[in-house]
């Protein structure tokens, strides 16, 4: 059985960081691409970041130079390091995996169940 848990949301101020991670299992790992995205309320998922299995990495223009994507093969996790965090970056994060190249499609073969992020201003 598959499972992607995502954690490390919360509350943060305007200006601060977070770090998210995403624990994978049932899964090997290091044959998957790995993505971040999000839903603000009342807007469709939008992708944030994806990582691939070489270490490759992409970002949405809105979070470009902000955060960073990052994984440990070792631990079966993917990270996304937060930075100046804005009102308008929260949202619900969910983590995903794709195998082999399917990441860079945008296709998406498991999904996590989300964390909150919310930014106070």
């Known amino acids: 059985q598959v499972q992607l848990v995502e954690s490390g949301g919360g509350l943060v101020q305007a200006g601060g960081s977070l770090r998210l991670s995403c624990a994978a299992s049932g899964i090997t790992f290091s044959n998957y691409g790995m993505g971040w995205f999000r839903q603000a309320p009342g807007k469709e998922r939008e992708f944030v970041a994806a990582i691939g299995r070489s270490g490759i990495s992409t970002y949405a223009d809105s979070v470009k130079g902000r955060f960073t994507v990052s994984r440990d093969n070792a631990k079966n996790t993917v990270y996304l390091q937060m930075y100046s965090l804005k009102p308008e970056d929260t949202a619900v994060y969910y983590c995903?995996?794709?195998?082999?190249?399917?990441?860079?499609?945008?296709?998406?073969?498991?999904w996590g169940q989300g964390t909150q992020v919310t930014v106070s201003s």
């Open positions: 995903a995996a794709a195998i082999g190249t399917k990441w860079t499609r945008g296709d998406y073969d498991y």
